[in-house]
């Protein structure tokens, strides 16, 4: 996006730094990286970094309005309404795709957001391996608010284990050591102490838990959550002491009902330029007369599962839980990336936000970037390509 930079960049690129980063990640974490990392970071120029930051708060003015909780009581399912809910979520993920508006520049649209959190760990690690094997450009950041590479870590620290010794918190999920998100995992541990902890092995005594480690009972007082819904009901004869929806005297990071209120449900009601207009089916009492246009999403899924980029009028008409659905103007990403052999590729630009108990709003700290040949951003849609995967944006001063 900064032609000089990628000029710069793909010149000093070569297949062997590359296999030499991909070989320490492996030396680092054995048998942890379980996903594609792309060739390259992504550049930001300042002028998309402060629409980038415009659309940041478009978003985040809906989500602080007091009415917000009461328009979002409908997106948690009853079955999975969890207590103690706190006044916000402690991360926040937003999801754009670079486009160009109808001037011709640079512009992002809202992809998705969600109340949960996502690869703070990794993108800690992953921003400094590509500044260590490929070039370093003075004057870019993959971090916000004056945050550095150790301030960041001091950061996430305060908001993961507040006021806690480490091993009275948990990073949980089903399977930890499954996941292909375990490498994330691995270096929370690394960094903060947290244990990755399965749903299976958390003992509940009363309203308090514990877990074991190395013979010792210890007590769960913070459960840092990465343990997804959807996941839980893919394994309906899981075992377990403790179920989510149990009332325990735990500090949930972040409570897990705030997966549902900031999630795909919380598109119909933004309103900016930089989010693509949407509607719950249920709303609906005509159609948009261009439904080639838009797509159809499901609210409750996760990881592009369900989303339907084509669809006919009858199909809409057939769904029966018309409220569990939403239809979205598509975007068009707009490929912008040069590789080597000057081919352009699509990116998606994540900014991932921190938020304190008593913040009044989040702080944004980092991001994340993917890259894209496909139709869609995701693993099913980059097969047997290079230039794609999970990366890191750096982000011009």
């Known amino acids: 996006m900064i032609p000089a930079i990628r000029q710069q960049f793909n010149e000093s690129f070569t297949p062997e730094k590359y296999d030499a ?22 550049f930001v120029p300042k002028e998309l970094k402060i629409k980038l930051l415009q659309a940041c708060n478009d978003i985040i003015e809906v989500l602080l309005k007091p009415d917000f909780k009461e328009k979002t009581n409908r997106a948690i399912p009853k079955n999975q309404n969890v207590p103690n809910e706190d006044t916000h979520p402690n991360f926040l993920a937003i999801d754009f795709a670079i486009c160009k508006d109808e001037n011709g520049e640079l512009s992002p649209q809202l992809i998705e957001l969600q109340g949960f959190p996502s690869l703070f760990a990794y993108q800690w690690y992953l921003g400094q391996k590509y500044r260590q094997f490929f070039i370093d450009p003075k004057g870019f950041n993959q971090y916000f608010n004056r945050l550095s590479m150790t301030s960041y870590v001091d950061e996430m620290k305060k908001i993961l284990l507040g006021s806690e010794a480490a091993e009275n918190v948990i990073l949980l999920e089903i399977y930890p050591e499954q996941q292909k998100t375990r490498l994330d995992f691995e270096i929370t541990r690394q960094l903060w102490g947290i244990e990755p902890v399965c749903l299976t092995k958390i003992i509940k005594v009363g309203r308090q838990l514990f877990y074991e480690k190395e013979g010792k009972t210890i007590e769960i007082k913070r459960i840092y959550n990465r343990l997804i819904f959807d996941d839980l009901l893919g394994v309906p004869h899981l075992k377990t002491n403790f179920k989510i929806t149990d009332d325990v005297n735990v500090k949930w990071v972040t409570h897990p009902n705030w997966f549902f209120r900031i999630s795909k449900f919380t598109l119909p009601l933004l309103k900016s330029a930089f989010v693509p207009q949407s509607f719950f089916l249920s709303d609906l009492k005509e159609y ?12 409750f899924s996760f990881a592009g599962s369900g989303v339907k980029l084509n669809f006919t009028k009858e199909e809409l008409d057939a769904i029966p839980d018309r409220a569990n659905y939403l239809i979205q103007r598509k975007v068009k ?65």
């Open 288 to 299: 948009p007369i261009d439904l080639e246009n838009y797509v159809l999403k499901p609210l």
């Open 21 to 42: 980063m991909i070989e320490e990640i492996h030396k680092d974490f054995p048998n942890q990286l379980d996903f594609r990392v792309a060739e390259t970071p992504v």
């Open 333 to 397: 990403y707009e490929p912008i990336i040069e590789d080597k052999a000057g081919n352009l590729i699509k990116t998606e630009i994540r900014m991932l936000f921190t938020w304190e108990d008593n913040a009044l709003r989040p702080k944004l700290v980092t991001n994340l970037a993917r890259l894209s040949r496909g139709e869609m951003i995701g693993v099913n849609f980059n097969k047997n390509f290079d230039w794609v995967g999970g990366s890191c944006a750096f982000f011009e001063d």
